[in-house]
Each structure stands twice: as structure tokens, then as C-alpha cells.
């Protein structure tokens, strides 16, 4: 395994803590995965000591363990006795959750997903309904649903569907098909348009929770909408997933 302790090559940066609400380990390990992800800690390698860590980044060496054991909770690092700490995995080797940017893609779900239902409610309004989309619904039903793949929540998503549409679709389906899929399937609506939005943010404290994800961890936002063949918008979605599993294919040409 290649080593890449090397006391020579070390220089102390200055890192402005007070920039950010979030603890200064939860800083240092977003600093240090990004080490793993761009390579300058590759596969394999031996990283810096935690002495050698903490005189780089002016911190304490109890905020730079704490930072390891982020990634060491992450699989990307393995702490061996007496030999050091060395890179085991990069974060995009995690990769399994692809954001469709298609109509039909959007239909496909991970296979071996699980779904939770969180909570469900008569009459909600979407905070983010868009009336240059369409013309909204007279109500609309809400769901919070958590989605599991291999033991491990990736994606917790807000939906709301119009009430009238809502009478059609069997309640199971919310329990084991994704909002998109579950409009696909019914019979008699003609979704005439859908959109879909993509940001990028950190996650808060509820988010980390449910999501099993550090505080202030990468998430990817999605917002998406459908409407039938009269201009109702029928389906309001806001999602949430890890950005550590999550990838995002666009064919250029």
C-alpha cells in the first residue's frame, strides 16, 4: 500500500470555521472526503497521521478523530494498529441511486426497494405548487414516505396528489410503488407534461436523522410536478436523497 504520510509535503491551511454553523469536525471531514473523492487520498493509499492532520489544519487532534470517524462510518477509511489509517473506498464507488431526467425513466425504481410511509394527510396544500404550471387541484392528499435499499435509507419525499385522482389509486400502491409509477399505472389519467428540478444542499438535523446522514452531509433536492391532459396539476413532489448515492446522467447529444 502506498503511503502518503509524509511530514515534508505537509502545509498548514487556514480554515475559517466561523463560516459555517456546523461543528469543525463535521468541516474537516467534508474536507477530508473530498480528499478521497478527487483522488489526492486514493484507493489504497495510507493518508497523514492524526498528529500530522491536526498541525495542517490548525485543530485539535480529538476534532480530527472525530472527523476519521465519519469516513470510517462511511467505509471509506479502515484504521489498522500499529500500521495507520488507509483509504478503502471512494465516495462515488457508492453510486447506485441514478436521478432520471426522463419521462420514462422516471418509472423505473432501484431494484429491491422498501418504502415507509411516514405520515399521511386529507387536504394539504403544497407549499411549492407552481401556478405557471397548470391550474391547481381543489385538494390535494399528502404522504411522507422514507425509501430503503439494502438496509439503508437513501430518499424521503413529500408527495401530494390531487383528492379526486387519489380516489382511483389503491392504498397499497403507496407502499410499494414510487409516486411516478403509481401515476403511470392508473387507468384513465393522461399525464400531458412533467417537470423536474434539481438542487444541491446540506442536510439539517431532521434530514441527517432519517436519512442516517452526518450533519450538514450532501443531499440532492428534486422537485417535481405532473399535469393531466385538462392543465390540473395533479402531482406535487419534494424529494430528498443522500448525495452519496445519487448520480445524475444527461445526454448531451
Given at each position: 500500500?502506498?503511503?502518503?504520510?509524509?511530514?515534508?509535503?505537509?502545509?498548514?491551511?487556514?480554515?475559517?470555521?466561523?463560516?459555517?454553523?456546523a461543528a469543525?469536525?463535521?468541516?474537516?471531514a467534508?474536507?477530508f472526503?473530498r480528499r478521497?473523492?478527487?483522488?489526492?487520498?486514493?484507493?489504497?493509499?495510507?493518508i497523514?497521521?492524526v498528529?500530522?492532520?491536526?498541525?495542517?489544519?490548525?485543530?485539535?487532534?480529538?476534532?480530527?478523530?472525530?472527523?476519521l470517524n465519519l469516513l470510517?462510518?462511511?467505509q471509506?477509511i479502515a484504521r489498522?494498529?500499529?500500521?495507520?489509517t488507509?483509504?478503502t473506498?471512494?465516495?462515488q464507488?457508492?453510486?447506485w441511486?441514478?436521478v432520471?431526467?426522463?419521462?420514462?425513466g422516471?418509472?423505473?425504481?432501484?431494484?429491491?426497494i422498501s418504502?415507509e410511509?411516514?405520515?399521511?394527510?386529507d387536504?394539504?396544500?403544497p407549499?411549492?405548487?407552481?401556478p405557471?404550471?397548470?391550474?391547481?387541484?381543489?385538494?390535494?392528499r399528502?404522504?411522507?414516505?422514507?425509501?430503503?435499499r439494502?438496509?439503508?435509507?437513501?430518499?424521503?419525499?413529500?408527495?401530494?396528489?390531487?383528492?379526486n385522482?387519489?380516489?382511483?389509486?389503491?392504498a397499497k400502491?403507496?407502499?410499494?410503488k414510487?409516486?411516478?409509477?403509481?401515476?403511470r399505472d392508473?387507468?384513465g389519467?393522461?399525464?400531458?407534461?412533467?417537470?423536474?428540478t434539481?438542487t444541491?444542499?446540506?442536510a439539517?438535523p431532521?434530514?441527517a436523522?432519517?436519512?442516517?446522514?452526518?450533519?450538514n452531509?450532501p443531499?440532492?433536492?428534486?422537485?417535481r410536478?405532473?399535469?393531466?391532459?385538462?392543465?390540473t396539476?395533479?402531482?406535487v413532489?419534494?424529494?430528498i436523497?443522500?448525495g452519496?448515492v445519487?448520480?445524475?446522467?444527461?445526454?448531451?447529444k
Amino acid at each position: 500500500m502506498q503511503n502518503m504520510s509524509n511530514k515534508q509535503n505537509q502545509s498548514s491551511i487556514a480554515i475559517d470555521f466561523s463560516r459555517s454553523a456546523a461543528a469543525r469536525y463535521v468541516q474537516l471531514a467534508s474536507l477530508f472526503r473530498r480528499r478521497v473523492e478527487s483522488g489526492a487520498w486514493p484507493v489504497g493509499s495510507q493518508i497523514p497521521t492524526v498528529d500530522e492532520l491536526a498541525q495542517e489544519c490548525s485543530v485539535a487532534r480529538a476534532t480530527v478523530r472525530q472527523a476519521l470517524n465519519l469516513l470510517e462510518a462511511e467505509q471509506l477509511i479502515a484504521r489498522y494498529r500499529a500500521k495507520g489509517t488507509f483509504v478503502t473506498a471512494k465516495p462515488q464507488e457508492q453510486f447506485w441511486c441514478e436521478v432520471a431526467t426522463n419521462w420514462e425513466g422516471q418509472l423505473i425504481a432501484p431494484e429491491g426497494i422498501s418504502i415507509e410511509i411516514l405520515a399521511a394527510r386529507d387536504r394539504r396544500v403544497p407549499s411549492t405548487l407552481d401556478p405557471s404550471l397548470g391550474k391547481p387541484a381543489p385538494g390535494y392528499r399528502y404522504w411522507r414516505r422514507r425509501h430503503w435499499r439494502d438496509g439503508k435509507p437513501y430518499y424521503l419525499g413529500e408527495v401530494y396528489i390531487d383528492e379526486n385522482v387519489c380516489k382511483r389509486i389503491p392504498a397499497k400502491a403507496f407502499e410499494t410503488k414510487t409516486s411516478m409509477r403509481i401515476l403511470r399505472d392508473l387507468p384513465g389519467l393522461e399525464i400531458a407534461e412533467a417537470h423536474q428540478t434539481l438542487t444541491l444542499g446540506s442536510a439539517d438535523p431532521e434530514i441527517a436523522e432519517l436519512l442516517q446522514l452526518p450533519l450538514n452531509a450532501p443531499v440532492a433536492h428534486v422537485y417535481r410536478s405532473a399535469v393531466d391532459e385538462n392543465g390540473t396539476i395533479v402531482f406535487v413532489g419534494n424529494g430528498i436523497y443522500r448525495g452519496d448515492v445519487v448520480r445524475l446522467d444527461i445526454r448531451l447529444k
